[in-house]
């Protein structure tokens, strides 16, 4: 049996790509036949991944697939203007002798267990099977039901032929161009919105396990956060997410290094890519630390979200009582000198420095919405309690 499993990839992603996919071998027992969706890459960049067969033997055969980029025109794009997520929608179409199930992993993913275990879960007649997000957080516009399970495209399976009969690519992509820019997660909206109502198979989380805050708890109480410490007890496929090893070393909500950020490193250095990617995340980290230096702010790229604009960042407003806070830093100058910076953590506690450095004031919140005031951050001034 070969296990056939897709991946969307163009220049800047390979290398992320080929990390995922000597994983994937180098963890699987059986043959594999690997499908690519070409958003752009050279004729080195394929090359490169040819080699993948002569290293792993249990890589069958590897094919290509150029995407048209031009026919997602009028839809929202990812980050920095990339459109290239759509594609995984092209599968089925761009590969017709394919034949019932499919696996479609991202590139921001690593594979640490066999994928056999994921190919044989069964789909029970559904389309597509897919684990929970669990940083969900319901929009009452787009996603009204309080009974659906978002579900996260860090991985996905798809039985190709009911995916045909279903008419997914067409209708999916059409529920791109009506709604736009309201799909902020353009194609996992899409799919979420067209498969809705849970009308797919939900898979257990260790399939696409994040180290993200657990949101959907909120909404679904038994994705509770001993739900996932029991998925985290035998991870298949970690997703990162938002942070990237690549880029960032540490967890968004924690200075501690991200859970398989190491691991990563060790599956890239048996890429072709691996000189590239050193020399790129050496670069990284210098670049962070003069930004740092000049921000004020000496943790300054151990978070994803410092690599995105406030613009290109989503509003996460939960719809229950308890608001959803990004950690972000706010800096103010005065003639054109730091003045005082604002930092607000992920309990909405804000922290303000003066000249960017000296601590004046800690807001605490706790988990009830009070407030303490502490002045240089841990002498207490007054208290105010929740309404």
């Known amino acids: 049996m070969n296990i056939p499993v897709y991946f969307v990839t163009n220049w800047d992603m390979v290398a992320y790509t080929t990390t995922t996919m000597v994983s994937l071998l180098s963890n699987t027992k059986c043959n594999c036949d690997f499908y690519i969706m070409d958003c752009g890459l050279s004729a080195s960049d394929r090359k490169r991944l040819l080699t993948l067969k002569e290293q792993f033997p249990n890589l069958k055969s590897l094919s290509f697939s150029t995407v048209d980029i031009a026919r997602f025109k009028g839809m929202n794009s990812w980050y920095y203007g990339m459109l290239d997520a759509w594609a995984m929608l092209l599968f089925p179409e761009s590969f017709p002798d394919v034949h019932g199930k499919v696996i479609h992993i991202e590139s921001d993913t690593l594979v640490v267990d066999d994928i056999e275990k994921l190919y044989n879960e069964n789909l029970d007649g559904y389309t597509i099977g897919a684990s929970p997000d669990i940083a969900f957080i319901k929009t009452s516009e787009l996603f009204p039901s309080k009974e659906h399970y978002y579900f996260n495209l860090g991985m996905i399976v798809i039985d190709c032929d009911k995916w045909r009969k279903d008419d997914t690519t067409r ?53 509770s956060d001993e739900y996932f410490n029991e998925e985290w007890q035998h991870p298949v496929i970690i997703h990162f997410s938002p942070n990237k090893p690549w880029r960032t070393q540490n967890n968004t909500y924690s200075r501690r290094i991200a859970k398989y950020f190491n691991d990563w490193w060790f599956y890239a250095a048996k890429t072709p890519y691996i000189e590239g990617l050193r020399n790129s995340f050496i670069a990284s980290k210098i670049r962070d630390g003069f930004k740092g230096l000049q921000n004020g702010d000496m943790e300054y790229g151990n978070n994803m979200l410092d690599t995105l604009t406030p613009k290109k960042l989503p509003e996460l407003v939960i719809n229950t009582s308890k608001p959803i806070i990004l950690p972000h830093t706010e800096r103010y100058r005065l003639l054109g000198l730091p003045f005082m910076k604002v930092k607000t953590d992920d309990r909405g506690s804000k922290h303000y420095k003066l000249f960017w450095i000296l601590p004046v004031l800690k807001i605490k919140t706790d988990s009830k919405g009070g407030k303490t005031y502490k002045l240089f951050s841990f002498l207490p001034l007054w208290n105010v309690k929740a309404k």
Do not use: S, T, W
């Open 171 to 223: 209708k999916c992509l059409d529920l791109g161009i009506k709604y736009g820019k309201k799909f902020f997660c353009l194609h996992q909206d899409a799919l979420n919105m067209f498969y809705y109502n849970n009308n797919y198979k939900r898979l257990p989380n260790r399939y696409n396990l994040g180290e993200r805050q657990n949101y959907v708890q909120n909404i679904h109480p038994d994705l």
